[in-house]
């Protein structure tokens, strides 16, 4: 079983559409958990951290689940520039290290 | 904001080439990280740093060395490129003990023929 694991999508949805991405970890002394964006051909970029209650950022909102092990990306009122792949990401102490899943690709139609 | 700069975008090299890859930051942050990124197998973790002259294997550091001499530099080291280290690396780099998560360099596209 992979460390982090990703449904790989695609999601494809129309603008305006709410869309939901989850993300599994299977190390319980995970520390921190972040979604990045990451643009074709580009580099990954933070998109935004993710904290146990929870915490939205303008059309965006990052929840953590630590008894179920998972995080979640909702992303609310779909634009054609949100068209991306979204990377979780789980960081822990006793490895000094952070393991990122393979990506969930989403394109947003008009 | 911090920004991280590999030196190449895009590489070929040859078959059993020594080959550099070079990083630097300009945030004076402790921690650096050399990635490869595959479609399918998403990214993984070659080698980290962190702090200077210190070096810790990552999950696939085999055919790869690093280098950190100075603390805004690190170092990838094919020693005898091979095709299957055909693929596109990543540099990043994360402050010390912050909660933060990292700053990605553009990446260097290496493919070996």
């Known amino acids: 079983r992979k460390e982090v694991e990703q449904d790989p999508g695609p999601f494809n949805v129309p603008e305006g559409a709410t869309v939901a991405f989850n993300c599994t970890y299977s190390?319980?002394?995970?520390?921190?958990f972040f979604w990045y964006r990451q643009d074709c051909r580009k580099e990954p970029k933070l998109l935004m951290s993710v904290y146990s209650s929870g915490n939205e950022d303008g059309r965006f909102t990052a929840q953590l689940n630590r008894a179920s092990q998972y995080i979640s990306l909702l992303i609310r009122d779909s634009k054609l520039s949100d068209s991306a792949t979204y990377l979780c990401?789980?960081?822990?102490?006793?490895?000094?290290?952070?393991?990122f899943g393979a990506g969930t690709r989403l394109f947003v139609k008009a | 904001d911090v920004k991280v700069t590999q030196s190449s975008r895009y590489l070929v090299k040859r078959t059993g080439e020594k080959v550099f890859l070079e990083c630097v930051q300009d945030?004076?942050?402790?921690?650096m990280f050399w990635y490869r990124q595959d479609p399918g197998l998403g990214l993984r973790l070659i080698y980290f740093s962190y702090d200077v002259k210190m070096k810790e294997k990552g999950d696939i550091p085999e055919g790869y060395s690093v280098s950190r001499e100075k603390k805004e530099r690190f170092s990838l080291i094919l020693e005898s490129a091979s095709t299957n280290q055909t693929s596109m690396y990543l540099c990043?780099?994360?402050?010390?003990?912050?909660?933060?998560?990292?700053?990605f360099g553009s990446g260097t596209r290496l493919t070996v023929v």
């Open positions: 990043a780099s994360r402050e010390q003990g912050g909660r933060g998560g990292y700053t």
């Open positions: 945030m004076d942050h402790e921690n």
């Open positions: 990401a789980v960081f822990y102490t006793g490895g000094f290290k952070t393991i």
């Open positions: 190390n319980s002394a995970s520390q921190s």
